[in-house]
């Protein structure tokens, strides 16, 4: 199989972490006899600086022409970094949900999965997940408050600024379909979070989730305010199959989900659309506090290649060769410091990857 690959390394351990996902995606192609070719582009700070925006028209028709994209993170340090000097426009995030509306990318996918191994780097106390947690976190993508108007005025004598937050039905309808879909070859369980006590966006949420689920009516469905949400996760990982939710929630609860899998340099994700097409990458961001020392963990990147392999290219032995691989190496005992505990190797961002690399 031959596939053509957009990648954008990124700012702060972008370049770090996508070099050991391509690392993962070579070894592969030679295994399996497939041919992955690269096409680099520019996105965020990187590109501000070469080019003064953050994503080129060049760079999107290139993404737009491949069969999927890989990308490490973007941004810097949002206090002092000169990105940030910047209107918001041409700031680093812009070209982060540019891409993602522009490629129609609705469907965010974020697996949060305790390996056994990592028992001892989650904080969470051991009753807590004993038997382990698998949870799958469904997050709108190209809707909601991100994409909603904005602007900041003087209003008297002060300024105000203002957010607006909608969602169509239809928006809600592809998305909760998506979350279904996925549920019946999971579990069975979707948890809809919103907050529907307040918001009207809730509460259309809340409306067309039900007629969806009434197709889905092996899923059992349960509704679950956003707040009680951030809190059950920490309570009981274990009572979650699907969460299914809107856009700024599901940034938030993903982060705090990753948490309890030990780091967020674990959490992967998938950005998905009707079609194959994807765009895979790490939950996490850019970490500009540990950029260039070869520490970060590029396990999250390492798991959205694979997810790419799965999603977009229809290679599932692959892509499980890739999660078997990181097992082993885990097992092995091998730890970036993100997931380091007592007992264990501590290893860099390239030793990890070619350690990957070597149960391939
Ligand atoms: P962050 O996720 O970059 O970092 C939060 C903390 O987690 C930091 O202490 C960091 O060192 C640590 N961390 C993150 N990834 C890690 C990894 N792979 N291994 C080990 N430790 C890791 O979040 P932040 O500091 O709030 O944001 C930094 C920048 O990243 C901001 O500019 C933000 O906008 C951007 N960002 C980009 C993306 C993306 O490109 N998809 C996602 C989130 C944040
Ligand atoms: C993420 C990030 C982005 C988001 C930022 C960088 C715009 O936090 O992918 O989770 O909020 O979607
Ligand atoms: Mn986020």
């Known amino acids: 199989m031959e596939k053509n690959i957009a990648v954008i390394k990124g700012d702060g351990i972008g370049p770090e972490i996508v070099t050991e996902a391509m690392k993962v995606l070579d070894a592969v192609a030679k295994k399996y006899n497939h041919k992955f070719n690269y096409t680099e582009i520019l996105m965020g700070g990187c590109s501000i600086d070469a080019y003064g925006v953050p994503l080129s028209d060049e760079a999107l028709k290139i993404a737009k022409k491949s069969d999927s994209v890989l990308l490490g993170a973007i941004g810097g340090n949002t206090t002092t970094s000169p990105w940030y000097k910047l209107e918001p426009s041409l700031r680093p995030e812009a070209g982060l949900l540019k891409i993602r509306k522009e490629l129609g990318l609705f469907a965010n996918l974020r697996p949060a999965y305790l390996y056994d191994e990592l028992k001892g780097a989650c904080p969470l106390k051991e009753e807590l997940t004993e038997g382990g947690f698998d949870m799958m976190i469904m997050r709108e993508l190209t809707g909601g408050l991100y994409f909603g108007e904005r602007s900041t005025e003087k209003e008297g004598d002060q300024m105000v600024a203002h957010d607006s937050m909608s969602y169509s039905e239809s928006e809600i309808r592809r998305i909760a379909k998506r979350g279904f879909d996925i549920a019946m070859k999971r579990n069975k369980k979707v948890t809809s979070v919103d907050k529907a006590n307040v918001l009207d966006t809730s509460r259309l949420w809340r409306k067309v989730v039900e007629e969806v689920a009434k197709e889905y009516p092996e899923v059992t469905l349960e509704h679950m305010l956003v707040d009680n949400c951030a809190m059950q996760l920490v309570r009981d990982p274990k009572q979650f ?74 290679l599932d032995q692959e892509a499980k060769d890739v999660e078997d691989a990181i097992e082993k190496v885990l ?27 070597s149960h391939l």
Do not use: C, W
């Open 241 to 314: 199959d699907v969460i299914l939710t809107e856009n700024m929630f599901g940034d938030i609860l993903s982060d705090e989900a990753s948490m309890v899998t030990g780091s967020i340099g674990m959490l992967s994700s998938a950005s998905l659309r009707e079609d194959s097409f994807g765009m895979y990458e790490p939950s996490h961001g850019s970490a500009p506090d540990i950029a260039g020392q070869n520490i970060a963990n590029p396990i999250a990147t390492i798991l959205s290649a694979a997810m790419m392999l799965r999603y977009s290219f229809d």
């Open 331 to 357: 097992k092995e005992g091998y730890r970036t410091t993100d997931i380091m505990s007592e007992g264990k190797t501590l290893v860099g961002t390239r030793e990890m990857g070619d350690l990957i690399v």
